[in-house]
């Protein structure tokens, strides 16, 4: 899907299983919309093995994933590639991530839900999580080059049996 300024609205469930990719103009997603014929309460808004790619982004060419539904939002297998754009999370529900890619660009979240839960190994670099992270235990998150969290926001390490690791493709990284 190539848009140049777009907005799908569903009153149901939501997934992508291919590319978003924006030019200069935001793009909304949003599942269990009230403003669709008949909203799912339960709806859950899911990017499956998808790239989100933002060109020109700063406020042109954002990308907004919203669930007014109680399911969620979750990213599996995806890959983003932000630039200077940013992905914003809009739900009450779960917000989860696993076995993605994050370059460039900004995490950030809008709605009630402030914590992307890692539920599989992620890599970051040269991302701004202006949202909080947590990390449970047995799971990986790979920093990259640079990883910077905005202030006010956390990168929670929840250790149990199994550690949870931070890894980073430089000696001396600052995380900050």
Same mark, same amino acid.
């Given at each position: *899907? ?5 907005? @799908? ?30 909203? +799912?309460?339960? =709806?859950?808004?899911? &990017? =499956?093995?998808? &790239?989100? +790619? ?18 969620? &939002? ?14 914003? @999370? ?31 190994? +992620?890599? @970051? ?5 202006d949202m909080d992270y =947590? ?11 640079? @990883? ?11 250790g149990n049996a199994a ?5 980073? +493709?430089?000696?001396? *990284?600052? &995380?900050?």
């Open positions: *899907m190539q848009a140049t300024a777009a907005r @799908f609205r569903a009153g149901g469930n939501l997934t992508v299983n291919g590319s978003i990719i924006t030019n200069g103009a935001d793009l909304l997603l949003s599942a269990g919309d009230t403003g669709a014929t008949s909203p +799912n309460a339960a =709806a859950v808004l899911a &990017i =499956a093995s998808g &790239i989100v +790619n933002v060109t020109n982004g700063g406020g042109l060419g954002d990308v907004t994933l919203r669930n007014r539904g109680s399911g969620g &939002i979750a990213l599996t297998n995806s890959t983003l590639t932000l630039g200077s754009g940013t992905l914003a @999370f809009d739900t009450a529900g779960a917000l989860t991530i696993a076995g993605s890619t994050g370059n460039g660009g900004t995490l950030s979240a809008l709605g009630t839900t402030r914590t992307l839960g890692a539920t599989g190994n +992620n890599s @970051f670099s040269n991302v701004t999580l =947590a990390l449970p235990g047995g799971r990986d998150l790979d920093l990259g080059t640079a @990883f910077t969290i905005t202030a006010g926001n956390t990168l929670r390490l929840q550690n949870a690791r931070l890894l980073t +493709n430089t000696n001396g *990284m600052t &995380i900050g």
